[in-house]
């Protein structure tokens, strides 16, 4: 008998249950709450401190409405996302995030003000993701910290009906009976220790998969960003500013247009050292100055350091951000961001933002704009829904819908250790000769290497004591299903668009201008969307 | 990575332990959490930022580094330095209304009486304007 399983468990019954507790799910808690729904929201880590927006600062796509603005912006990224943006969604995203931004404002958020108007360009992250905790708790939401969900709950017809956890710093089981259910556990970055991803490890894909659901775009999960080498700040904004060179000095060339080029630094990066200088605001002290103050954090491993970034070359390296800043995830069926599971709803990055990016990373902006926006339309959908059935939600018989990792089949006669799947994982992930220079060669072998890891989850952990043993086991099994059907999704596009590159399809195919939806769990499919 | 609690400074209020998103710190009775789990930590500054009295160190390597020594981190005054430079304070926001990045852009100073933003801005301003590239 284990630990977890020996202490008395935390029971709590509610409308909605939010897993995850980032932008997208404070926003999903309290617009849900709004409509007037009970509502927990539960955090693997901290609701304020988890995630990849909180210690960060992030621009927000929220252009005025009138004019000819929205039209432009809707039009510049079209080419780099593949043309997989879809109009209408953007422009709900657009109307909402301009919205939200007013209640933002309403809230307290301390946007600066030149001289009498507000300037409403980007949100601080600990600021914002700290007011998005208050706000929501002054909702009457219930915050479970600290308390990762490890599995939903399913009633007899298949449709969710809440979910089950840890709190992992108490040794203690939570069940959550809830109407419905959203995903918002943000993207995955494979454990890559780009800022703030750590936390985002796939769970919220698994569980959806689980319980049948379906993800779309997740073949644009190639997303690198440039750090420092030795650190983990993956802020990249700066880097326009950067010449990159060689170890012998030479420039390669992989700025235009303000952007830097991941392929062509990958490509020097396989052949040795690649180094950055900001070199292009060397000579513009007012350039320095407002880059220092406006991201302090970008500074902030080279001021540790002793290094002048304006002055010195620094070297630098290309960290895998997956599906967080790339744009694969749970497909919605609707406007209310439903799964096509019944009572499950996802959001933010846990669902996919081709909607509104198509293929291509949208940066920060666009994916504050997108988790402020599907928080609220999926927090506002479960609630509906829940509120729908009544008291009926909290009367069916249900049970947990969760396997690899968790639970294995009584005849299960093998062991696992968690700590050696992830590194597995990443050794098909993380080398940029495999993810980011895509073959169908190396897709293949890496896919039967992710197979055998999947078939080695489906035993029992080599541990299971603590809640932390549980947690780190059920990760590793998401870890591996994400890899999954990133790369079983990549093998079927055999084209290059967006940041999908093909090293042995290196053009855009018009034949392939399609979504493509995968799922399934010891059979993986793929099928054009 | 968390590399260091200084203990002498350490009030034990254990807010790092509640906050952290990877669950590195473990409070222990009575006294200052522990770095338990250092391994976990993604280096993403929420505890440094959050600490009311500048106890924790993050060094900006995302693997252990045995370097890092106490008394050479306290003398050197970079504790705290996170929260200042975003405008925290006691792990209180300082409110994005003056952040550095809006004073500059609007190009207004600080106000006075705020007298951590004033030496941030007056340091910045000597290191990166008043002195040339070759200097």
Known sequence: ?529 | MIELLVRDACIGCDICVRVCPTDVFDATPGGAPEIARQEDCHTCMICELHCPVDALYVSPRGEPDPSVDEAAIVASGVLGSYQRALGWKRGMPGGADDDPGVLIAFKRPPDPSDKVRTQLYEVSMRTYIDVGPNA
């Open chain 1, 1 to 529: 008998m284990t630990t977890i399983l020996t202490n008395e468990p935390l029971e709590l019954c509610a409308d909605v249950l939010v897993i995850g507790g980032g932008p997208a799910g404070t926003w999903a808690a309290w617009s849900a709450a709004s409509r007037g729904a009970s509502v927990v929201l539960a955090d693997k880590g901290f609701c304020g401190s988890s995630g990849a927006t909180a210690p960060s600062g992030t621009g927000v796509w929220v252009i005025p409405p009138g004019g000819d603005a929205r039209a432009e912006a809707k039009a510049k990224r079209e080419a780099l996302g593949g043309y997989l943006a879809d109009h209408d969604w953007m422009d709900r995203v657009l109307d909402r995030t301009w919205r939200n931004m007013d209640l933002i404002e309403s809230w307290g958020y301390p946007f600066p003000h030149d001289g009498g108007a507000t300037v409403r360009r980007g949100l601080q992250g600990p600021e914002y993701m700290r007011l998005m905790r208050n706000v929501v708790a002054k909702a009457g939401v219930k915050i479970l910290d600290q308390s990762p969900a490890l599995e939903l709950l399913v009633d007899g017809n298949g449709t969710v009906a809440g979910a089950r956890g840890i709190r992992r710093q108490e040794e203690r089981p939570w069940t959550v009976r809830a109407g419905a259910v959203v995903i918002a556990t943000g993207g995955c970055a494979f454990l890559s220790k780009a800022l703030g991803t750590n936390t985002n490890t796939g769970d919220g894909l698994l569980f959806a998969a689980e319980a049948g659901g379906e993800f779309s775009g997740m073949e644009f999960s190639s997303q690198f960003a440039v750090s420092t080498a030795y650190g983990s700040v993956t802020k990249t904004a700066h880097y326009s500013w950067a010449v990159f060179t060689n170890e012998a000095g030479e420039d390669l060339e992989a700025v235009k247009d303000g952007h830097y080029s991941a392929s062509t630094i990958g490509r020097a990066l396989l052949n040795g050292p690649v180094y950055a200088q900001l070199s292009k605001a060397k000579e513009r002290p007012e350039v320095q100055a407002f880059l220092r103050y406006a991201q302090p954090n970008f500074f902030l491993p080279l001021d540790r350091n002793g290094i002048d970034p304006f002055k010195q070359r620094f070297p630098i390296t290309l960290t895998l951000e997956g599906t967080v800043r790339g744009t694969g995830g749970i497909r919605l069926t609707d406007g209310r961001c439903a799964s096509t599971v019944p009572g499950l709803f996802a959001a933010g990055d846990a669902a996919t933002r081709e909607l509104i990016c198509g293929g291509f990373t949208g940066g920060g902006s666009h994916n504050a704009a997108w988790a402020m926006s599907s928080g609220s339309w999926a927090g506002e959908g479960a609630a509906d829904y829940a509120i729908g059935l009544g008291a009926y939600a909290h009367a069916r018989d249900v049970t947990g819908a969760g396997g690899a990792g968790l639970r294995a089949p009584s005849d299960a006669r093998t062991r696992f250790d968690p700590d050696a799947v992830i590194a597995g994982v990443q050794d098909e992930m993380f080398p940029l000769q495999k993810n980011l220079f895509r073959t169908e060669h190396g897709l293949r072998g890496a896919i039967g290497n992710l197979d055998g890891l999947w078939q080695s989850v489906g035993g029992r952990a080599i541990a299971t004591e603590s809640a932390r043993d549980v947690q780190r086991a059920r990760e590793a099994a998401a870890l591996v299903a994400t890899a999954r059907w990133a790369y079983a999704s990549a093998l079927e596009r055999r084209e290059t668009r967006g940041m999908h590159r093909r090293a042995d399809h290196p053009q855009i195919d018009p034949a392939q201008h399609h979504y493509q939806h995968s799922g399934g769990l010891d059979r993986v499919w793929v099928r054009a969307g």
